[in-house]
Nanobody
Framework: QVQLAESGGGSVQPGGSLRLSCAAS????????MGWYRRQYPEKERDMVA????????TYADSVKGRFTISRDNAKDVVYLQMNSLKPEDTAVYYC????????????WGQGTQVTVSS
């Protein structure tokens, strides 16, 4: 049974930094895509923030390029999201996702962690 445990959310002032972590268990995740998505308000769908492949190639949303960095530790089955220069519009619930097919909807989701950027 796949389980994802997210941590690292919280409140920060604009310009600050946070690092999110997501520990996966229940399978061999070395071949999985691992990614972060966010929902900025309840009625909105989750948007892709960053995804990293099993080989380490990464893709970012335009809105976070140059500020966020995704990485993974295959030995520990953990994916990270380093968020720098945070803006109020980065406020959202952030979700970890792992999947094998290139379709996040077919994968597994974490419970979400709140990130609030406010002065």
């Amino acid at each position: 049974q796949v389980q994802l445990a997210e941590s690292g959310g919280g409140s920060v002032q604009p310009g600050g930094s946070l690092r999110l972590s997501c520990a996966a268990s229940g399978d061999d995740f070395s071949r999985y895509y691992m990614g972060w998505y966010r929902r900025q308000y309840p009625e909105k769908e989750r948007d892709m923030v960053a995804v990293i492949t099993s080989s380490g190639s990464s893709t970012y949303a335009d809105s976070v390029k140059g500020r966020f960095t995704i990485s993974r530790d295959n030995a520990k089955d953990v994916v990270y999201l380093q968020m720098n220069s945070l803006k109020p519009e980065d406020t959202a619930v952030y979700y970890c996702n792992v999947e094998e097919t290139g379709s996040p909807a077919a994968g597994y989701w974490g419970q979400g962690t709140q990130v609030t950027v406010s002065s």
